[in-house]
């Protein structure tokens, strides 16, 4: 059962690579985190995402994606400090 479950996200991630499996992946947990309607912490999701994004290596996503980090890490302190008034 646990070989199946690896065979299929082994063959998801051939044809794509890390940066748009991240995204993917940010873009499921910020949509995850809209029921919650807290506004801090959709700002501490962005913030995460934009570390994990700044620290990916080079090799493994394309140079866009590290700007994409820089961004989510500026608007993300925003949504956090916009979140407490």
């Known amino acids: 059962m646990n070989g199946l479950a690896l065979q299929v996200i082994d063959s998801f991630l051939l044809n794509y690579n890390v ?29 995460t995402f934009g570390a994990v994004f700044v620290v ?12 994409l980090g820089l961004a989510l890490l500026i608007v993300g302190p925003m949504l956090v400090i916009m979140a407490r008034k």
């Not at 940066?19 to 919650?36: E, I, K, N, R």
């Not at 309607?37 to 962005?46: A, D, I, N």
Request: zero cysteines; charged letters at 5%; a positive charge.
């Open 19 to 47: 940066g748009q499996a991240l995204l993917f992946v940010f873009v499921l947990s910020v949509l995850g985190t809209l029921p919650l309607k807290s506004l801090k912490t959709v700002g501490l999701v962005v913030v």
């Open 56 to 67: 990916t290596p080079s090799s493994l996503a394309p140079v866009q994606y590290r700007f």
